[in-house]
């Protein structure tokens, strides 16, 4: 088994401020090898070199630009991939959207994360690794992930502890320094942890794949509503609302015949109305793993209007690329081709947080 890097340290009696220079040179510098260390004696980094210590857990493996989405493919140490997607913003914003874990146990209906078996959660490092790599790829353009979102594959408040570090980290000048504001976890509804995540003492946001606006259909759509009903769910957001004021993004995917009516439009008016809520609209795209539909245009705009004129906040949000569609709020699955020895993307679906693109007349169902 490789040393750690403290046991190589500790073995040759090296002072404890140089674990502080390391890590200045890895999240400030962005180092990609220990010879760029530039406070590092040249021993000591033969040393670190002998002992074939690597700078971090994962590897890159891939990563490719679909108009400003750019998607890195990481493999782990254990073998599996994982996917980290940047979102460059027409602004200055820089926005990655994380994993947290390998596929996805709670098995919504619609999204084909959940439609592969779950492997583990990721730790900690990385999780804070995939905003490295990303980091790493922005450097030459001389400029730094300004957000983070954790959408992408798995359920975060399933694995609270290593996301609620890396969050920590993220945020912590030591790190990456990104402000709270800019952090957003989502999560499908598991009620313990939004009440944790009410006191985590930082400002980060928080927004729920909500995608029914009663109990019947959720729980037909996300089994996790079984467990953790509507009603009980609410409650929770209410006291994160209360506990922060913060407003709570709830994701809504409209799929077609089957949350996209005007009955569901006003079921969810009542449902929120009262509330401190902006409703992100995304529209459904098929894939192999569901058997659902996508929405008619004249739906989407009309369950879109419907929300407005009732005073709820909305946004449509924009897919982003042909290969990438608005729909449970979370990147969906990969199937790895064993064979060629690398990831194989079936439907993504995509969501950047609270962050972009005001609603437009114009139907995302042609985007
Ligand atoms: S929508 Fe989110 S919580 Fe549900 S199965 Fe997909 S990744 Fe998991």
């Not at 140089?18 to 040393?47: C, G, M, N, V």
């Not at 989502?186 to 009410?198: C, F, H, K, L, N």
């Not at 407005?308 to 608005?326: F, N």
């Amino acid at each position: 088994m490789t040393q750690t890097i403290e046991e190589l340290f500790q073995e040759n009696k090296v002072p404890k401020f140089r674990l502080k220079q390391l890590q200045h040179a890895i999240y400030k510098d962005l180092i990609t090898d220990y010879d760029e260390i530039s406070t590092f004696p040249q021993w000591l980094k033969d040393k670190i070199k002998e002992a074939k210590i690597p700078l971090t857990t994962m590897e890159l493996i891939e990563s490719h630009r679909s108009g400003n989405t750019v998607k890195f493919v990481l493999k782990t140490h254990d073998g599996h991939f994982i996917e980290s997607v940047l979102i460059e913003h027409k602004d200055e914003r820089k926005t990655v959207c994380v994993s947290c874990q390998v596929f996805c146990a709670v098995g919504c209906k619609f999204c084909a994360t959940g439609a592969n078996q779950y492997r583990r959660n990721l730790t900690t490092e990385e999780i804070v690794e995939q905003v490295l790599f990303v980091s790493r790829y922005l450097k030459h353009q001389e400029v730094r992930v300004t957000n983070v979102v954790y959408m992408g594959m798995g359920e975060p408040f399933l694995t609270y502890k290593p996301v609620s570090e890396s969050l920590l980290m993220l945020n912590s000048p030591d790190y990456f320094n990104i402000g709270a504001r800019h952090i957003v976890v989502s999560t499908s509804g598991i009620v313990p942890r939004i009440y944790d995540y009410a006191e985590i003492g930082i400002q980060a946001k928080l927004a729920i794949s909500l995608h029914a606006p009663n109990q019947k259909l959720r729980s037909e759509m996300m089994p996790i509503s079984d467990r953790y009903p509507l009603d009980d769910l609410m409650k929770a957001c209410d006291y994160f609302v209360e506990k922060t004021g913060k407003r709570i993004s709830y994701e809504y995917v409209l799929i077609g015949n089957v949350n996209d009516q005007i009955e569901h439009a006003r079921e969810l008016v009542e449902l929120l109305i009262d509330r401190k809520a902006h409703v992100n609209l995304l529209v459904y795209n098929p894939h192999e793993f569901a058997d659902y539909k996508m929405p008619m245009e004249k739906d989407v705009i009309a369950f879109r209007n419907y929300l407005k004129t009732r005073g709820i906040e909305v946004t449509i949000r924009k897919s982003m690329g042909d290969d990438i569609s608005g729909a449970c709020g979370q990147l969906s699955g990969k199937q790895l081709d064993k064979k060629k020895n690398k990831a194989v993307f079936a439907q993504r679906e995509f969501f950047d947080g609270d962050l972009e693109i005001k609603d437009k007349s114009k139907s995302p169902a042609k985007a």
